[in-house]
């Protein structure tokens, strides 16, 4: 089953508007929300983060939402830029043993910012 | 400094053979994940370690899928007798300690296409 879910596959802004990518999860044991962006041919690259216990979070023009009763994140992109076009990833981590975290993805969110 | 390096980049291979993937953490990288990435979904986590030891390898799907990382270091996936479902994206990444999870850092992937 799909513990975190992305349901739109693609999602298209102008330049200077905001982007608002959306992500759901199933599992309360999750402890922290994370935002990966990826362009074509290399690896994800961490954006950002944000604690269970927080609601909010936001670095430069990033800032991501959590409804924990909703169970429901979302990514604000303010204002965006055609190199913000990438695939989009909401993570999800569950804590193994104390230890480090193994992350459960999503499906992705394809980005496309007009210029 | 360098990043997470992935060797091939590509992999042509047919059904039945084996395969070996390697991956070159960031000098210092106690902790080393490899995830898979098939066609339209988002990465899914294979296998961890910490060292040498695979101390999570829950997400490893049958026992033709092994890992090793002997120096605790370079890490190599081995998958045996090869399927067409195979074929994906099998990116690592590494991480300076087993904490915080925005400290994981992605290779390029090794694309593998299983005929």
């Known amino acids: 089953d799909q513990q975190v879910k992305q349901n739109s596959p693609s999602l298209s802004v102008q330049e200077g508007r905001i982007s608002i990518l959306n992500c759901d999860y199933t599992n309360s044991m999750f402890d922290y929300f994370l935002w990966y962006k990826k362009y074509p041919a290399e690896g994800p690259t961490f954006l950002i983060s944000i604690s269970s216990i927080k609601d909010k979070n936001e670095d430069g023009r990033f800032t991501v939402f959590l409804n924990k009763s909703a169970k429901h994140l979302s990514l604000h992109i303010v204002p965006s830029q055609p190199g913000d076009s990438a695939v989009y990833f909401c993570a999800a981590s569950v804590p193994y043993g104390g230890a480090t975290n193994k992350l459960i993805f999503g499906t992705g969110t394809l980005l496309a910012v007009q210029p | 400094g360098a990043g997470v390096s992935q060797t091939p980049s590509n992999k042509v291979t047919e059904k039945g053979k084996y395969v070996e993937l390697r991956c070159d953490p960031i000098s210092g990288h106690t902790a080393l994940y490899w995830y898979r990435q098939s066609l339209g979904q988002g990465p899914e986590f294979l296998i961890y370690f910490q060292g040498t030891g695979a101390a999570d390898d829950s997400g490893l799907p049958n026992d033709r899928f092994f890992a090793v990382r002997p120096e605790g270091s370079v890490s190599t996936l081995k998958i045996q007798r090869t399927e067409r479902g195979d074929s994906a994206v099998y990116l690592c990444?590494?991480?300076?300690?087993?904490?915080?999870?925005?400290?994981?850092?992605f290779g390029p992937g090794t694309r593998l296409l299983v005929l």
């Open positions: 990444a590494s991480s300076a300690i087993a904490g915080p999870v925005e400290t994981q850092y």
